[in-house]
């Protein structure tokens, strides 16, 4: 089975479900600036399963979320239109999870498996 090397799932903290319908965009760091990779939209889990290619070299990358447009569909402020998590790969072998737990005027995330 291919894998992606790169994975997200968001989660929707004031309602505790998935966040549906969120674009992610996923970019790698360049000399010029960040150039996409690949984008997608979390499905009914609040998962991207599959998002970029199955294997990346090391090197800096992004995941970009689409806060903005996520909350104005559920009727909801928000401080944050946007959410970019910069992250590191280090070992083109592993699998790296970036998880997003996300509410209109904060959010966090960690490295996930």
Same mark, same amino acid.
């Given at each position: 089975?291919?894998? *992606? ?5 968001? @989660? ?15 970019? !790698? ?5 960040? /150039?996409?990779? +690949?984008? %997608?939209?979390? %499905?009914? %889990?609040?998962?991207?399963?599959? #998002?970029?290619?199955? &294997? @990346? %070299? ?11 447009? $996520?909350?104005?569909?559920?009727? &909801? ?5 946007? /959410?970019?998590?910069?992250? !590191?790969? *280090?070992?083109?072998? &592993?699998? $790296?999870?970036?998880? #997003? #737990? #996300? *509410?209109?005027? +904060? ?7």
């Amino acid at each position: 089975m291919t894998r *992606s090397h790169v994975t997200t799932h968001v @989660l929707d903290a004031t309602t505790g479900t998935p966040a549906v319908g969120v674009s992610v965009t996923l970019s !790698a760091r360049e000399q010029d600036g960040w /150039v996409v990779i +690949a984008s %997608d939209e979390t %499905d009914a %889990d609040g998962r991207v399963g599959e #998002l970029g290619p199955e &294997q @990346l %070299d090391a090197g800096t990358y992004q995941v970009r979320f689409e806060t903005g447009e $996520y909350f104005a569909r559920c009727g &909801q402020e928000t401080f944050y239109p946007t /959410v970019k998590i910069a992250f !590191a790969i *280090s070992d083109e072998e &592993q699998h $790296y999870h970036v998880p #997003l #737990l #996300l *509410s209109p005027f +904060a959010y966090s995330t960690y490295r996930g498996s």
